[in-house]
């Protein structure tokens, strides 16, 4: 049977890989936290979503306990999720500048989000192991999304677990790839990686990325994507 980006949702929403992910996001779907007591929580792992056409993948890290892992769809219900697409949609990417639930209406043109891990970890650090274990959805996914030009990765650990894949699906260019905010690497075929930090409120709480840096690291992409054509 072909694959296909709805099967692979269908497989991760089902998936038990990682025993202590599983509990994890069990244990806070069943406790919940006091401003959405009256919510029933998703609890289970959180496919990608986006456009099938898309031309810019974002990688991120993790859904959080009381964001994707309450809503079921990635970047959506915590302030990570209002930053990244209220800045996707000052670049045009997404139809909505918020993202509070499944059902809001949200939808993403030329743009696919993905995590390379798809269950809500404690204290937002899933273990390399974790991480390796759900590498085979990003895999199938970057092989289904085939008309990608632009990689974003949100954090070192996105970028790293995205090399990670292309290493082992023997895509990786032969030459080190640093990770620094505003960063951009060829990674052959027309297709470039851009670096951000991760959009985690410890980053824009602080002011280590601000509104104003990402849409800089967003206009890039586009220019790139212009360049590429139809941009
Ligand atoms: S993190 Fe990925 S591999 Fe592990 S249980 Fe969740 S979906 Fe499965």
């Not at 994707?68 to 915590?78: A, E, I, K, Q, S």
């Not at 269950?119 to 899933?126: H, I, L, Q, S, V």
Request: overall charge positive.
């Amino acid at each position: 049977m072909s694959d296909s980006l709805a099967r692979v949702g269908r497989e991760v929403v089902h998936c038990e890989r990682c025993p202590r992910l599983r509990r994890w996001c069990r244990e806070v779907a069943r406790t919940k936290v006091k401003r959405f007591q009256d919510q029933e929580y998703w609890g289970r792992p959180v496919p990608g979503f986006g456009d099938p056409r898309a031309r810019l993948l974002v990688v991120g890290l993790a859904p959080a306990a009381h964001g994707g892992n309450r809503t079921g769809r990635v970047f959506t219900g915590d302030r990570s999720g209002d930053f990244l697409f209220a800045a996707l949609h000052r670049a045009g990417f997404a139809s909505q500048p918020g993202s509070v639930a499944r059902d809001d209406g949200q939808s993403l043109r030329d743009c696919y989000i993905t995590p390379v891990a798809r269950c809500a970890p404690p204290a937002n650090k899933p273990t390399p192991a974790e991480i390796a274990r759900c590498r085979e959805y990003l895999a199938r996914e970057w092989a289904l999304l085939t008309d990608l030009r632009a990689v974003l990765v949100l954090g070192r650990i996105a970028m790293d677990g995205f090399l990670a894949m292309l290493r082992e699906t023997g895509c990786l260019p032969p030459r080190r790839l640093e990770f620094a905010h505003g960063a951009t690497h060829d990674l052959g075929r027309g297709v470039r990686l851009f670096c951000s930090y991760h959009v985690s409120q410890q980053n824009t709480f602080t002011g280590r990325l601000t509104p104003r840096s990402f849409d800089t690291v967003l206009a890039k992409v586009r220019r790139h994507l212009a360049r590429e054509g139809n941009g």
